[in-house]
């Protein structure tokens, strides 16, 4: 009698992968993180110098200051504007908390206007519709790895006299009619938290200016508002950046245009996958639009309503890794109950975080692995009960990704 073998259970598609990518660069880490406990310079020093040259360059923009953590980031550029009580800054509820925490930490005011249904950045028609004798800045977004819609933005903000905050947390080399993020506002914040495309070994920030003035004045505010000496012209507080996640963003900055390309490709591979699988009737893809680099720090499809939660359980149960960014829009949050904010009063935004769902879209995923997940999503799909997905939007000047 022949034993039967059971085969193999494929293996588990994670949402992302870390280890992998620690594999490709494992010696020039190792020699970084060396050259620093040599040194013995831990706190700011010549690797957060050098890092910031290397990321101005790489945003070109004329100044970078490294600190604490992309929500620092967002903090301090407020901060340096001399924004607070008093003051209104209009931005997106579908985003990460820190963008509108920052705001409260100033004693400003977040003003909360709906996103696009495709891109699921900033509306800049309801920018301008917000916009009151408080406004004083402006933040967009630039989510999931695509820059906000940055002219009609620019020329709000020019006609009422407002600052642009650009929280490019997410988005890190994406570009926008050939400008990189970093240098479509007054300022650009940029998180190193270890998932995003150029991740620390820990948490880690930085922000882009061309106003060297405004540089000076971050630079003293993320130590306590130190002019040296001990002598402190504002009030700051403590975001200073480690020498030793510099040292680890110093190599991996060499490496981000190639995992960035690899994110397009994986990205370009899945849309042609869900094509071949005949699934695009039950999920809408993300777009690119016309002249803007998508660096895919997240890949995220819109599933149709009610489906979304069924879809991520059956891929769990697939071991297929997915995400859901961001269950509840911000306007909707119990902290920000106070602000007035109604259930279906911003409902591009409560829609979109109803209906997406992330997949892995790491650089070091593999052909056999997207397949997987594709097949997966596939099935998941045919499983369910839903058909076609129709949403009150078209797409006629963008791209699948």
Not at 118 to 141: C, F, G, H, L, Q
Not at 257 to 269: D, G, K, L, P, V
Request: glycine share 8%; hydrophobic share 40%; with cysteine.
């Amino acid at each position: 009698m022949t034993e039967v073998i059971p085969s193999a259970s494929p293996e588990p598609v994670p949402f992302i992968d870390l280890k992998a990518q620690f594999q490709t660069i494992r010696p020039e880490i190792n020699a970084a993180v060396e050259r620093v406990f040599e040194s013995q310079t831990f706190v700011l020093g010549d690797e957060v110098s050098e890092l910031e040259f290397e990321i101005a360059e790489y945003c070109d923009s004329r100044d970078a200051i490294g600190c604490a953590s992309g929500s620092d980031a967002l903090l301090l550029s407020l901060m340096g504007l001399d924004l607070g009580p008093g003051d209104e800054v209009i931005t997106s509820p579908f985003t990460f908390f820190a963008t509108a925490g920052a705001i409260c930490r100033t004693g400003a005011t977040p003003v909360f206007v709906d996103v696009l249904p495709d891109t699921y950045n900033i509306d800049p028609e309801a920018i301008e519709a917000a916009v009151t004798s408080k406004t004083r800045a402006i933040m967009p977004v630039h989510i999931f790895g695509q820059c906000a819609d940055m002219d009609p933005i620019w020329r709000i903000a020019t006609q009422h006299g407002l600052f642009v905050i650009e929280d490019a947390c997410q988005a890190i080399g994406a570009e926008y009619n050939g400008r990189r993020a970093g240098v479509l506002g007054h300022t650009g914040c940029f998180s190193f938290f270890p998932t995003k495309n150029l991740g620390a070994a820990g948490d880690g920030g930085i922000i882009t200016t061309d106003d060297s003035e405004l540089a000076g004045k971050m630079r003293r505010l993320r130590v306590h508002g130190d002019l040296g000496g001990y002598t402190h012209k504002e009030i700051g507080f403590n975001s200073r950046l480690d020498a030793l996640q510099a040292a680890v963003l110093r190599v991996k900055l060499r490496h981000l245009e190639q995992w960035t390309e690899a994110r397009i490709t994986n990205a370009a591979r899945y849309t042609a996958l869900c094509e071949d699988q005949n699934i695009t009737d039950r999920v809408v893809l993300p777009v690119t639009k016309p002249g803007r680099r998508h660096v895919f720090n997240q890949y995220t499809l819109r599933v149709g309503e009610g489906r979304r939660d069924e879809l991520q359980q059956s891929l769990r149960e697939q071991q297929i890794g997915s995400a859901v960014y961001y269950p509840t829009p911000l306007h909707l949050q119990e902290c920000f109950a106070g602000l007035g904010y109604k259930q279906g009063e911003l409902p591009e935004s409560e829609r979109a975080s109803a209906e997406v769902l992330s997949l892995p879209i790491f650089a070091e995923l593999t052909e056999a692995q997207q397949d997987r997940v594709v097949a997966g999503l596939a099935t998941a799909l045919d499983a369910g009960k839903s058909a076609t997905v129709s949403f009150p939007f078209n797409l006629p000047d963008s791209k699948a990704a």
